[in-house]
């Protein structure tokens, strides 16, 4: 099934601490998913964080397009979500988009995550956000 928007059951899905793989275009090569951390928004959306001079962001700049596939863990009945579409970058929002992913996928009650989480809001972030042309699902 394909459509340009999330459907309710999607978001349930994609609100889950899931680790996407995001792809960006790159002329002749070939996609190179990364695991990424991530999160749908209230507008549709889906957000991730990168530091600026990455290779992702450098692509992303030229063009920016870009895909995320989410799928189930081992275990569970085979299920997957598939967002393309075209990004923007921002620096605006990018370290509350980092404390609030870190609060989903890591515990911050552990001291050593809670110290991973304030050496990275020393860093340097910007917010990618992709608004879907195509998502394409599947579940069992």
Not at 33 to 44: H, L, M, N
Not at 45 to 72: G, K
Not at 120 to 133: K, T
């Amino acid at each position: 099934m394909s459509a340009a928007s999330l459907a309710a059951a999607d978001l349930d899905f994609l609100h889950r601490p899931l680790y996407g793989f995001l792809s960006t275009a790159d002329g002749p090569r070939p996609p190179q998913p990364r695991p990424v951390w991530f999160e749908a928004t209230e507008a549709g959306d889906v957000a991730l964080f990168s530091a600026p001079d990455t290779p992702r962001v450098r692509r992303l700049r030229r063009d920016p397009r870009a895909s995320l596939v989410v799928t189930a863990p081992v275990g569970e009945h085979e299920r997957w979500v598939s967002v393309a579409g075209s990004t923007t970058i921002a620096v605006d929002g990018a370290d509350d988009l980092v404390e609030r992913l870190a609060a989903r996928y890591w515990d911050l009650s552990d001291p050593v995550r809670a110290d991973d989480l304030a050496g990275m809001l020393r860093e340097e972030w910007v917010r990618i956000v992709i608004h879907p042309e195509t998502v394409r699902r599947y579940a069992m």
